[in-house]
């Protein structure tokens, strides 16, 4: 939790943004496992936190900014409560540490919404949410998912993608842990280890240094498999281990890294030439990310990388813009270079990941791979993205393509085969878009050649 | 997962017990942690498994009694998630697997269930299940969680209480990482630790070994709180750490220990000679546990030997069976001895405890403490359940009682003053009743006396 200044000024500038109505934000609450009272791990809303500060289940923050009033809703421990729970500071004490005077149960939700200003609140994702916001505003769910607020969202899009140097440090914490992850998987990367085991592991450390992993680990094998979180393999030699994985800290900020590490810690020369494609594609993001040019373009510029590269191999042919303007990297790489990152590893993705990612003057491409990138937007100042390249041979979208014969004048499809099994390198950092460019959100960097990589595997 | 044979006997069992009707079990989908794509690892319903046995997201099975027949609902993969995923087996051939022939849409189950026939359904506890149930049976959210079959309920509270051997196995995998878990939480016992790390390390082993901990760890110096999520402290000599916590295997079982540590390894004598009382407490439970008595008389029991143990150290006074009669125990120990344990670490809490632990003949008491035992029945050969008396000295109940002069014949208030800041002591194990007795269920024991536990750290 951040000094109470911290929160009053946010809460202040969203009220300057959206200028009327009344905003609701709802806090999230317990998630059920198998029965009612044996939950996850109890996750706060990212805009809840944001915006309030408090990280405890069954809240309300409701501003009316026409009245100048604003109201924490929810509900002070019982004296049972205290028995089975400790001695805790009341929910009006802790109000009060991030500057709201007035806490109400949260029953009082209800009569505060019977208003005739408009009540904004944001599309919720969580089904308690929808339920609770179905019965307060006697909608349907569908309607509710509908009927959130567009303004409301983008006013706090627009504040939260500017992290603040407060939110720097969280960040560089998450990072910190993602490393050490990152650093014992490598280590334990060896033939007859399994998946499993490995992703256990750095989960753990995750959740010894914070909360949870920031996202479910994907730790493979299979790297060619993009939703991939099976961990049922046992490491094989030969093989690459692909391992997407990061942290979020106890103040819920996130980190996001990805290294593809031989199993045994010794590339093979085919692997060696795919792995140094990836890591020129992600230098030369980096090295290009900077104020004012647009990810998008940094994005193309990783597609170039990859076709010239897998050109040099032989993979591709044909001249590269005309490669580009078609889509053909997407074979390889059918994703986008990266995404905000922030409170959420996929900053705001719960607001729309449009809304987050474009705006009027960028707008979202329909190309097969360019479609997937999550954002396109002119960089800034206080943008935290990752840029996470990669290179994937996926068989069925090989066939695929031959088979539609898309691309087919800048695919060699017959060089393809020799890489059916060869799996898939992704390699990914965080970076922070600073005055004249950019730098490391952590700045210790995971090992990224393969002669680093296999250092560390063995060290 | 199992032989096809044993959940086609298992449904068959069912269908021969509720007799009439369409049974619907509701799979479980996925949990959102922050927005809609990031959920937290997949929790299948507990029923749905074992009678349906596929741990994937987003399916229904009907059961239509009276015209014997059975439907699995669930959507196939499409081609592009084949492209992302990876190629997995059809959800046809995987219902196969479990004896299920006939596999329809999810969109199907609207259809399935516009019949005449009861629909029989469990009480749902994700809020997911009781949009879609709402939205099938066009009743509003609270009427769903009444309108649950008590019969079907019953049913299966039935058949899932009485462990199978293939389940034993199972449940002795989740004990062999419980022990594991709890093994290593004693040597990372050390002054300066935080217990953050340690809880986080052997929840990572958990998910190393299998799906996740059974339950959320409770890692605390602070052991009298008992509803204690708290990870927050640094461990400090003197202190004791109250560790409780399991493992849920791949196969969803669970496994759930508890044992109570000195700090850096060295028990003062006065936490001895409470800890003392707890393992007898413990052991003489265990000596008690057979066919035909009531886990209840195994309760009281168990209040017996703390009473008369701290008579002995001049913490309590005067005669048993009245201070049983009184509840003068439950100061010290205001919960149950112990619940059913299986697929769920409160095994069927989402169907009712109190049908899962109590019957016609055995009712669950109303007094203070007894009143917080989850199972109270006759014990029977197959049962699983887990044994965990405590000694704990909360300073808000003891003030309470104090005030309220409640069993005041039966407490020296005076004395308890020495103990305010000492904390508690909890010691768990699982058992089976088998024939004659029962038996641990994991059958290596963990350390449980403070010499055995003492060395177990130093080790």
Chains 1, 2 share one sequence.
């Not at 290009?288 to 193309?300: D, E, F, G, Q």
């Amino acid at each position: 939790m951040f000094n109470k200044e911290i929160y009053i000024e946010r809460r202040e500038e969203l009220k300057k943004s959206v200028k009327s109505g009344l905003l609701l934000l709802l806090g999230n609450g317990e998630a059920s496992v198998n029965y009612a009272d044996n939950a996850y791990a109890f996750r706060q809303d990212s805009s809840f936190i944001y915006y309030v500060g408090l990280d405890t289940p069954n809240l309300a923050y409701i501003l009316d900014i026409e009245n100048d009033k604003e109201y924490l809703l929810g509900d002070e421990l019982t004296i049972d409560d205290i028995i089975w729970m400790g001695n805790l500071p009341s929910l009006k004490d802790r109000a009060a540490k991030v500057g709201i005077e007035t806490v109400l149960p949260f029953s009082q939700l209800s009569k505060l919404i019977t208003t005739p200003q408009k009540l904004h609140y944001l599309k919720p994702y969580r089904y308690r949410n929808i339920l609770i916001l179905s019965e307060l505003l006697g909608e349907k769910p569908d309607a509710i998912a509908t009927g959130f607020s567009v303004e409301l969202t983008k006013a706090i899009i627009k504040m939260r993608l500017i992290k603040s140097p407060e939110e720097l440090i969280e960040l560089e914490d998450a990072g910190e842990t993602g490393y050490a992850m990152h650093i014992v998987a490598m280590k334990m990367c060896q033939p007859g280890v399994s998946e499993r085991e490995i992703a256990g592991m750095i989960e753990g450390l995750a959740i010894s240094k914070g909360t949870r992993v920031s996202f479910p680990t994907i730790l493979s094998m299979n790297g060619q498999t993009l939703h991939n979180h099976d961990h049922s393999g046992i490491l094989e030699p030969g093989r690459l281990m692909l391992c997407d994985a990061g942290a979020e800290n106890v103040n819920y900020y996130a980190s996001d890294f990805t290294r593809t590490t031989a199993v045994g810690g010794e590339y093979s020369q085919k692997q060696k030439d795919i792995h140094n494609i990836v890591a020129k594609a992600l230098n030369d993001s980096i090295a290009l990310a900077k104020p004012r040019i647009t990810y998008k373009s940094v994005h193309r510029n990783a597609y170039k990388v990859v076709f010239e590269g897998l050109r040099d191999l032989g993979l591709t042919k044909g001249d590269t813009e005309e490669a580009l303007n078609a889509g053909a990297p997407a074979l390889f790489m059918p994703h986008g270079l990266g995404h905000a990152m922030g409170l959420d590893v996929h900053d705001m993705e719960n607001l729309g990941e449009t809304l987050v990612g474009y705006d009027d003057e960028i707008q979202r491409d329909t190309l097969f791979g360019y479609k997937s990138l999550r954002f396109g937007k002119r960089l800034e100042p206080g943008h935290v993205l990752t840029v996470e390249p990669g290179i994937y041979f996926v068989p069925q979208l090989i066939d695929k393509w031959k088979a539609e014969k898309i691309n087919t004048e800048f695919i060699n499809f017959d060089k393809l085969k020799d890489y059916y099994d060869f799996g898939g390198i992704r390699l990914e950092d965080d970076i922070l878009i600073t005055e004249n460019g950019c730098r490391l959100v952590y700045e210790k960097r995971l090992p990224v050649t393969t002669e680093e990589i296999e250092k560390a595997v063995k060290s």
